[in-house]
Every structure is written in structure tokens, then in C-alpha cells.
């Protein structure tokens, strides 16, 4: 097996990740693959998902809370008529019925989860209440209360009809789970239903096409070639807006100080404030992640004094990411 030595590993990885294993089990996998401890994933796709699973290795962990906001993309089989306790195929059947639904019905229900809705997160899921992870909590089997949370659907629709099967793709926002989706449009319907299976097609800028296996993966570091598959920090956040400043105003943010509307040479109008966006120095290289104080349109015309950028992240060298 061919062996870098950790300082020479960083960068992410767009992984396809297997049904069976839990996403632990892949970073897991990576790190003995790399010999490197600092790895970790964007995000929990369930032991029964498959599809992709961004992973974190090296100095590129620094980044991984920012990727895990971006948007998701999912194509699922939910059955109708079965109800279980974890909302998917692995639980255990609380409630069964007949299904009578037509694919109007299902179509009709499914354009009721479109926009910003609130969902209750699943028992079995990752989410921490009280600081403890709800799995934890329903394998000794407690309850506790969750309170639901706002979610964005972007797009949901049917792609099959064969009851009690049907098929369904979605774009989402972060924290959206399918299982509680499933388990909502089944009680829409009057007929239960469950999470069947689940692949993630995208997540962010990662695509299910160009993900590697395991396997793959494995066959690349015995090969000496496991830099290849690596995604630079700079690529792995360009589904981020990018503001650009001017020279002078690069060692100050390198410093972890405040951009000024002066110091903007460029900024897209969509950008929103309170959206995350990349900072990028004269020649294009990323000096840090910041938050928008103000709306891209109002750049232009603020008091040049005024600060429209407040650091996050900051990247002080290319050696540090």
C-alpha cells in the first residue's frame, strides 16, 4: 500500500458510500487507508443510504461544518401501507393498511411538503437533544420530546407509481430527513408508510457520478495514487459565493479583521446578508470564509467605512489548508 506522510494529506473526498455501513464506518476506513487521524464526513447518511458522503481528511476537516450546509439531492423508494418505529425498513412494524391511493393522491400529497415546512426529526436518528443523540435514546427505549424544525424543500416529485412502492426524487436543504418524510406523506394518505431505500445523488457540489467506492479508493493509495481523488479546500467550497477584495486589504482579513465596504472590488447581487460566502484575495486565492452583513446589491453603497464582512474561517497560508 503506498503511504504519504500525513502532512502531505488534506483535502475532501467524494465518497460512494455502501448500504450496511454507517458513516463512522467510512471515515473509519479512510483513515486507515491515509494513516491520518483528523477525518471526518459532511454530513450522516443512514446505514441503509447509499450514495454520496463527502469526507474530510487532514487540515480539510476545518471545513467540514461548511459543507454540510450546502443543498441536497435524493432519490428514494418509500412503501405505503407499513408503518415501523424508525421510520425505514429496519424497524419494526408498528401498523399496517390497505392502500387505495392513485398517483393523483400521491402527487396532489407530495406538492404539500414544496417550500419551507417544519419537520420532527426520527427517534432513531443523530440529532442530540439534552446533549445526547436520539438513537441512544430509543435503543433503551425512552422517548423523549423533539420539537420540529424548519426545512426547505426545494423540489419533490413523483419518478414511479407501483404500489405500495413509489418513487420520489428531492432537492432539499440541510437537515431534512427522507425518513420523516416518508413517514409525514404515508399519514397524509391515510395509509402509513416507510422509508424503503435512499441514494443520495448530490450534496452540494459532489455528484453521485463522480464518486468513488471504497474499493476504488483502497485500489489508488496500494497504487501510490491517493492524492489524485483529493478535492482541494478551494474547490470543495465553490458552491459559495465568492467576494473579491483588493491587495492591501489581504493581510488584515489574513489577521482575522473585518472587511470594510472599501476594500470590495466585487461581490455578486444575489448574495443575501447573513450568507456565508469565500473571500478571495486579488489573484483569486482564498484568504477566509465570512458572513455578509449587508445585502450584495447595498455594497456599492454603503459608508466605505462601514464593515460587510465579518471573518469565519480564516486560511493564513497555502500550508494551512
Known sequence: MGRAEPRDISGVLNINKSAGMTSHDVVDVVRRLYHVRKVGHTGTLDPRG?????????????????LTTADKE?????????????????GKVIDEAEVRVSR??????LGHFVGEVQQIPPLFSAKRVRGER???????GEDVPREPVTIHIYAIRLSSFDPPFVGL???CSKGTYARALADDLGKMLGCGAHLYSLVRVRAGRFELKDALTLDGLAALVAEGRGQEPLISVE???????AVRVLPEASRLILHGSAVAAAQVVSV???VVKGTMVRVL???RQLLSLATAMVAGADFTRMDPRRVVLQPVRVFRSPESH
Do not use: N, S
Open 169 to 171: 426524487w428531492m432537492r
Open 50 to 66: 447509499t450514495g454520496v458522503l463527502p469526507i474530510c481528511v487532514g487540515r480539510a476537516t476545518k471545513i467540514a461544518q461548511f
Open 281 to 283: 484575495g486579488f489573484r
Open 104 to 109: 393523483e393522491e400521491v402527487e396532489a400529497a
Open 268 to 270: 455578486p447581487p444575489e
Open 74 to 90: 435524493y432519490e428514494m423508494v418509500v412503501r405505503l401501507g407499513v408503518t415501523t418505529d424508525t421510520q425505514d425498513a429496519d
Open 235 to 241: 474547490d470543495a467550497l465553490d458552491h459559495l459565493p
Open 134 to 140: 436520539l438513537y441512544r435514546i430509543a435503543r433503551r
